[in-house]
């Protein structure tokens, strides 16, 4: 059921809740001014997000009119609110009393379904009327009509400009006096300084008006720009009421973002660009079909689901799996091995798995869930594989105990094959190497289920080694070491990235063993570049300001880094550090220099952008980057205390890196662990040292680690 009453009454409703609420909190306050005046604000922007929504509606009740509305037909008492009542005709008895309760008045400005626009005036003079306006025209009462519709019924206090004629035309000296132009030229300059003051004064009083009224400053910047729609840069202004829609699509999308200002934000004169995922729709959508045939509880389904993610240096790879991995709602289980250059490939492997379980056995919440792994573990390996998978993830040493103590006291089981323990597998024999894919196997089917299905990424394949890539194979086939369990790791996603310019024989040859394998369903995607609606999103929303006007800003920045994420991220970094984007403190937003960007110069590469940026940095911070280059993906404070022995000296070090932190080349994690934002800043530090100085390198931090490291084991 629908209840329809007139958008002025509607309006009215919407002005008495908010005066309802103020009047509920002053009995409220007891004193308690900040929490009145939070209590306040928040009631503010109750209404206007309820305003902004109706506002859509309005503009799409034009749009779907069925004739071109004139300019002088947008006024409130043309258009009809649609509220659903739910069958309920109190709802529509409340409409028609004067002084309704605040619970039916909520429900009336919060169920608005439509808003319907009928012009008052049918006769042919309306179409003609409409032939002799512009499209300015239209944009302008639409503008009017928003301002009344936030700033609670009331009309802009516009100066008209219209009114400076050629018959009445002054201007003002310094000393206030009155020169009246007779000079045709002079005639005309009067006009246009005149209508260029009047504007300015114009402007500046509507801004502040709609402020006043606590309508936030985007919705200002529309409303001010529709209402001077001749005074607006070309490029931003708007030229139609679909740009108006369009508009309040995106402010209502993320209001977070684009309605609620914040005080801070930009204020620091530093981009955040944050985690969200730009774009990407089409190979989200084929990761996630994927990912769903792995966490459902399919018995019959004995195929492995296989994503190889692949894309140039800075598509973005390691975001878009993680990003679409944490937002899931079947409790992935996530497990990330990223290779790298500097580090041994299998070691990669089995750090990533030593690290979840440290978290999880740290996990107090975990216990039942740590207990069915350990069960599983138990029933499905002898003694002497717990002892070898021990050796391999040294904490899970903990909740095996009893294991080791009785297989590492017996002389016969503390070898395997005149091996040691440790060094088993580091002997490449083809014996040892079935049996690290046996522990493996056996150690995925223990760690995932239905409930738990694990998501199992292999990141940047391309540095990983042959042996790496046939553990991956053997982990997705079955061999006759393999038994069939309840569970034989169906539950695993198996995600890849590589570097499509950076692949080899070996691993192309590797990829379509895949393809070709009746066991694993293999699903390929390509990153590449954002395209100019997608990068203007991201743009957009790291400035807080609509696309519409990042949208000239933009062009410039896709034309320059061909739409790779990262290097967008680094040249608008560099935008800033260069003083051509600023965060303006008088605008309460960021402004940027057109011509100066368009001046400006990209490398060719964003390693070769990197490494210059890198090279304006202190020789401090580039040495304590130098250090974290060679070594693994993150460093905690474990790994510095090991390294710096001293405490000034690791005090140094680490306020090298937080100097690193605000340079955007490393993040931290928690109080203590750092790493590098993207793998190829780790590159770049790594690429600006000699091979003698890496070398240097490489012995000074592990003469450190076996000098400390085991004096702390003592």
Request: glycine residues 4%; charged residues 25%.
């Amino acid at each position: 059921m629908t209840t329809r009453i007139s958008l002025r009454q509607w309006l009215s409703f919407l002005i008495l809740l908010e005066k309802r609420k103020h009047e509920a909190y002053t009995r409220e306050e007891n004193g308690d001014t900040t929490n009145f005046v939070r209590k306040k604000k928040a009631a503010q922007l109750e209404y206007i997000e309820t305003a902004v929504s109706v506002a859509l509606l309005l503009v799409q009740a034009l749009i779907v009119s069925s004739s071109s509305p004139a300019a002088r037909h947008i006024v409130i008492d043309n258009f009809t609110v649609l509220i659903d009542d739910a069958g309920d005709a109190r709802i529509r008895l409340v409409t028609l009393e004067e002084n309704p309760g605040t619970e039916n008045l909520q429900r009336i400005v919060e169920s608005v379904t439509q808003l319907e626009f009928t012009s008052s005036i049918t006769d042919v003079s309306s179409t003609n009327a409409r032939q002799q306006e512009s499209d300015d025209d239209l944009l302008r009462e639409v503008g009017t009509l928003l301002h009344q519709l936030f700033c609670r019924g009331i009309k802009p206090p516009i100066v008209s400009i219209t009114n400076v004629s050629s018959r009445s035309v002054c201007s003002l000296d310094e000393g206030g006096a009155v020169e009246d132009y007779q000079d045709d030229s002079k005639h005309h300059g009067a006009i246009r300084v005149a209508q260029k003051m009047l504007r300015k004064a114009s402007i500046s009083s509507l801004d502040e008006h709609l402020l006043s009224y606590g309508v936030p400053k985007n919705l200002c910047r529309l409303i001010t720009d529709l209402i001077r729609c001749e005074g607006v840069n070309e490029e931003t202004k708007f030229r139609s009421i679909e740009g108006v829609a369009e508009e309040l699509m995106q402010l209502i999308s993320k209001p977070d973002v684009f309605v609620h200002d914040s005080e801070t934000a930009g204020s620091t004169g530093h981009l955040s660009f944050g985690s969200t995922l730009y774009g990407r729709r089409n190979e989200a959508s084929s990761f996630l079909r994927a990912a769903t045939l792995v966490s459902l509880d399919t018995m019959e389904m004995h195929s492995k689901q296989l994503i190889l993610v692949e894309g140039l240096p800075g598509a973005g790879k390691t975001h878009f799996v993680a990003s679409l991995i944490s937002s899931s709602d079947f409790g992935w289980i996530y497990i990330h091995a990223k290779f790298d250059p500097q580090s041994q490939p299998l070691s990669v492997v089995t750090s990533a798995f030593d690290r979840f379980f440290l978290n999880i056995l740290a996990n107090r919440s975990e216990q039942e869930y740590v207990a069915s792994v350990i069960s599983s573990l138990q029933r499905n390996l002898s003694s002497s594989a717990i002892v070898s998978l021990c050796n391999l993830l040294p904490s899970i040493r903990i909740v095996f105990p009893s294991v080791l103590r009785r297989v590492v006291s017996d002389e016969d089981l503390s070898t395997q094959n005149g091996v040691a323990a440790d060094d088993e597998f580091a002997s490449g024999s083809q014996m040892s190497w079935r049996r690290l894919n046996f522990l493996f196997r056996k150690l995925i089917s223990a760690v995932c289920s239905v409930e738990r299905p694990l998501a199992l990424f292999f990141d940047d394949l391309q540095w990983a080694d042959d042996r790496c890539m046939q553990l991956l194979s053997a982990l997705m086939e079955r061999d006759h070491l393999q038994e069939l369990d309840d569970n034989d790791g169906t539950n695993c996603l198996f995600i890849g990235s590589f570097r499509s310019n950076e692949t080899n024989d070996n691993l192309i040859s590797h990829f379509d063993k895949f393809e070709q394998s009746t066991l694993v369903d293999v699903t390929k995607i390509e990153l590449g570049g954002l395209t100019k609606v997608e990068s203007n999103n991201m743009i957009s929303e790291v400035l807080r300001l609509p696309a519409r006007l990042t949208s000239p800003l933009n062009e410039l920045v896709q034309r320059k880094t061909t739409g790779n994420p990262f290097h967008i991220k680094t040249f608008m970094h560099s935008l800033v550090k260069d003083s051509i984007l600023n965060y303006s403190l008088s605008d309460t937003r960021w402004v940027w220099d057109i011509e100066a960007i368009k001046s400006t110069s990209i490398d060719k590469t964003v390693l070769d952008l990197l490494t210059r940026k890198l090279s304006q940095l202190p020789d401090y911070i580039v040495d304590a980057l130098k250090v974290l280059s060679c070594l693994g993906p993150k460093v905690d404070d474990t790994l510095t205390k090991y390294l710096y022995t001293s405490p000034e000296s690791r005090n140094e070090f680490i306020a090298c890196l937080d100097l690193a932190v605000g340079e955007n080349i490393l993040e931290k994690n928690g109080d203590s662990a750092y790493n590098f934002v993207h793998d190829m800043l780790k590159q770049s530090a790594y690429a600006v040292m000699s091979e003698e100085e890496k070398g240097e390198k490489h012995f000074w931090i592990g003469m450190q680690l076996i000098a400390n490291a085991s004096i702390d084991t003592d």
